[in-house]
């Protein structure tokens, strides 16, 4: 079945409304939601302060030793099979010397 040029711009036009009803119907069930819950009190999100503990504190001692040893992250990461970039970041937050 083939559509003629006009019904398919009937069904883009119809296809766009819905999606623009659902987008606003969604944003306006979340705006609601935020300010009932907001208004009791509570809290969103992630709370605020640091972490009491890390992933990788399991970890550490072996971190350490491969550091200090002059290994590369990406070394160490590939013994440890841990990403480079979270080893990175978990030198950094532990604040790690060589």
């Known amino acids: 079945m083939r559509l003629t040029t006009a019904e398919k711009w009937i069904t883009c036009?119809?296809?766009?409304?819905?999606?623009y009803r659902r987008r606003f119907?969604?944003?306006?069930?979340?705006?609601?939601?935020?300010?009932?819950?907001?208004?009791?009190g509570i809290t969103l999100g992630r709370p605020k302060g640091k972490v009491a503990r890390l992933k990788l504190d399991d970890k550490r001692e072996e971190i350490e030793k491969y550091y200090k040893m002059g290994?590369?992250?990406r070394e160490i990461g590939k013994l440890l099979n841990i990403v480079s970039s979270t080893l990175s970041d978990y030198?950094?937050?532990k604040q790690l010397n060589r």
Do not use: P
């Open 25 to 40: 119907i969604t944003s306006t069930t979340t705006n609601e939601v935020k300010e009932s819950t907001t208004a009791k």
């Open 71 to 73: 290994l590369s992250l």
């Open 13 to 19: 036009t119809y296809s766009a409304d819905n999606n």
């Open 91 to 93: 030198i950094k937050i």
